[in-house]
């Protein structure tokens, strides 16, 4: 257990996440704030963080990378964490979050009707996609995306298939 969190530790704890870390929280700082506003009202701080993480990445991909090996190493591997375990992570927190304030404020009617929804939408996207001869492993990626929660979904479940080579 202890060579487990030695070596997770030197992966999370380092300039590179440091620096993303940061980011994330100014950009995210950034979004509250203007959500305030009529016209950023509308998409909510989550939305507008992610806006400008995706406007900001090509800025600091020249400034703070640029030809430096080791940085581009280092970023590589703190954007793989982030989108490999960190983003599974939050699939989960958020699921449980959403699981509690619907329990608490809707009751344990809703279950039956959200799990018959969410069931109906991957059968149903899963077929669509079959019919439109999409390989198996994409149909069940879009299905789940799609009756899950999208792009967060996608990202969580293609780690867990493996995709048979193709001839």
């Known amino acids: ?48 963080a992610l806006l400008i993480g995706m406007v900001i990445q090509f800025p600091i991909r020249s400034l703070y990378v640029g030809a430096n090996d ?25 699921g449980f979050k959403l699981n509690l304030q619907v329990l608490f404020t809707q009751g344990i009617k809703c279950l039956p009707i959200a799990a018959v929804i969410v069931t109906l939408v991957i059968v149903v996207t899963y077929l669509i996609a079959r019919a439109l001869k999409v390989s198996p492993m994409l149909a069940i990626l879009t299905a789940g995306g799609t009756g899950i929660c999208g792009a967060a979904a996608v990202m969580g479940l293609s780690g867990s298939i493996t995709v048979p080579e193709e001839d």
Do not use: H, Y
């Open 70 to 94: 080791s940085r581009k190493a280092g970023v590589k591997d703190a954007a793989g964490l982030i989108s490999n375990k960190l983003l599974r992570l939050g699939i989960i927190l958020l």
């Open 1 to 48: 257990m202890r060579e487990f969190c030695t070596k997770w530790w030197k992966r999370i704890a380092t300039t590179d996440m440091l620096f993303i870390a940061v980011l994330t929280l100014i950009a995210s700082f950034v979004g509250t704030f203007l959500k305030q506003f009529d016209g950023f009202s509308l998409l909510g701080p989550l939305i507008i």
